[in-house]
């Protein structure tokens, strides 16, 4: 079993600084991919960053060049950077890994989420 468990979320004012975490747990043989989503209320959720095995990285035209999604060495723990933050980037953020565990069945995982709040 595999659990991812976020971190970091709050309250920050416009144009501030926050960053999340995820960390992810239990019999990985291997991580393909993690990704942020996040949800607003009344909205889809939507993707905000992807880092893939070999190290690219993808981002919503939304947040490109404000947040940096990144790993440890370690790779099971992700973190997203997130900057000049808006209101709009008000959500629930979630992140969610696919892989492959120690017996190599393939497992799809999401985090509980952390709620990120912009506001004056």
Not at 10 to 39: D, E, H, M
Not at 68 to 86: A, F, W
Not at 110 to 118: E, K
Request: with cysteine; aromatic share 10%; proline share 3%.
């Amino acid at each position: 079993q595999v659990q991812l468990v976020e971190s970091g979320g709050g309250l920050v004012q416009p144009g501030g600084s926050l960053a999340l975490s995820c960390a992810a747990s239990g019999n990985i043989f291997s991580i393909k991919t993690v990704a942020w989503y996040r949800q607003a209320p009344g909205k889809e959720r939507e993707l905000v960053a992807r880092i893939i095995s070999g190290g690219d990285t993808d981002y919503a035209d939304s947040v490109k060049g404000r947040f940096t999604i990144s790993r440890d060495n370690d790779q099971v723990t992700v973190y997203l950077t997130m900057r000049g933050l808006k209101p709009e980037d008000t959500a629930a953020y979630y992140c969610h890994a696919v892989g492959f565990t120690t017996n190599l069945r393939p497992f799809d995982q999401w985090g509980q989420g952390t709620q990120v709040t912009v506001s004056s």
